[in-house]
């Protein structure tokens, strides 16, 4: 294949270079990181004692900032003491691929530092909770509203103006007020999920339903179809496919919601693990916990991209939706 | 160039006029009484219908032709009830109707089928709209797709059809309502040529074997004449009846026909009053502005 035509405008790769690129979108930061980790003269500003030396404040295992180990070290010299040792390293907040590699499982295996604390299974069970609650109830009533709107003028007036200012409203204003109203528990957190996503849902379901192909309508009145029969046999079937992706769009905000929503009240799930664990400076275990959400959302995602396939089948080999 | 010496449009064989005299005795299916719509525009109103008056007959084919902007697409939304005019009646079998209603089928150009739907789905939504149950439906839905050749696609869906097929799952969606009139807005116009021809055929066939009254709306003089028992001509700014030609061409119908002199003598009527000859008042220089631009030692001198 011709470089060239990698670069081809709006075109399609072909099947294995998509495959190819999709999986280098991947490598790439994680050899960028790798990179900072394991190549000693990129970055590392610090140091990691080996030997103490005559230093009396080194101890072995410590992380010292180069500029003061190199003082040390020139001080040691002049004044003919033992030198001390170490290696270049990184910062404790940035912890080597490999090093979070083995997080991702030993973050489930470690026990909790106290009796009444999660394991981190539990924790993000728990978060999956908050999510999911608080996106179902957002949509039970976001989805309907929406679809209403978009079909209805009366009910696009009477809805959309208000929820289009207080969709400016961040959803985590409202957290001192959700726990006043809720109590400090699960309630307020997925009420936090639930502002955070249903405004947004209401406007963009109105939207999609507004984009549906007028002629259907007109096809559909010179078959004979009324009201209601227009907004179940025609409106909804015919803005489904799109209102399912809106929904797989809109999971994903959900999800950004929840680490402010779980700091409200006493702090809980994945949010409460990770604050915890940068606490012990536990920092691999912190980002297993980030990238255990990233695989959980997309994993989701691509289920439900799947699941949508069977779903709708006459989305099949259609050109583009 | 000598030009071919083609008799009046307005000559009819015995035949022709014998059928044309048995056709005016049947019942008048639609009856179109001083229609006038007025459409506001940024530029103030605009007259897009201004005193529509005809009338057709039962299973008559009527074509509507005329330039652009002489609201073609407008008299075929009111007929079906999609748009509601500023003033005057349309009436059905003697009854005036309001709003869509599926005594009125309708075939757009943009097929509208539903993507959602397979083909047989498609053509039972009518069906069932009106209350059949679904056995009867789909019963008959299949039937009419046997009617337009698709018995094989029944399953298939909307997307993995041809144009030519989509059409034809769209004119048996709005037939299997048995409506008294099935109106067709360019129904043919997003087709290549080979296509369209066959569709004209088939549309024939069908219109022949079923109690149907049509009205074929097309810019296309061919299809206007080669289709209609009369054609209804239309002119622009505002839209008006400018006359309703009874196509001299012997029926039943067939592509041979494209050249008999009933047929070009009616085509260049129409050609005649849909683009009359213009007269350049320099006013409306609607021409290009072509200086030469071939260099003067080119190979091709001149292309003529």
Redesign the interface.
Known sequence: MMISSLFAVRKKLDSKHRIYVSILSFIVPLVIWSLISYVPFLWHPKVEISAPGDVAYFNEGMLIDREIFDKEVEIARSESRIIPEGRPANPVYLPAPHEVATALYTAFTTEPKRRNEKWLHESLWDSIQVIFWGFFISSLIGVPLGILAGTYDVFSKLFEPFIEFFRYLPAPAFGALAVAILGIHEAPKIAIIFIGTFFQQVLIVSNTTRKLDPSLLEAAMTLGAKRLSLLFRVVIPGIITHLYKDLRILLGWAWTYLIVAELIGTSSGITWFITQQARYKNFENVYAAIIIIGIIGLSTDIVLAMLGKKLFPWKKGMAKA | MKHLELPSYLEQSEDVKDRFDRMKKRPVALQVKNLQKEFDSPQGQVTALNDINFETYKREFVCVIGPSGCGKSTLIRIL???ETPTSGEVLLDGKAVH????D???V?Q?Y?L?????VKKNVM??LE??GHGKAVSEEQALQWIDLVGLSKFANA????LSGGMKQRVAIA??LA?QPRIL?MDEPFGALDAQTRAKMQSYLHEIWKNIDVTILFITHDLDEAVYLADRVLVLKAHPGEVQELIEVPVPQPRSPEQLLSPEFLATKKRLEDLIHPPEVDTGLNGDHLNMVRMVDVNDEVESVF
Not at chain 2, 99 to 102: A, I, K, M
Not at chain 2, 114 to 118: A, D, Y
């Open positions: 079906a009830g999609l709003g869509p209603g599926p009125r089928g309708m757009f943009g509208t539903f993507p959602w739907l397979s939504f009518g709209m009106s869906y909307p997307h993995q969606r709005a309502n109106l």
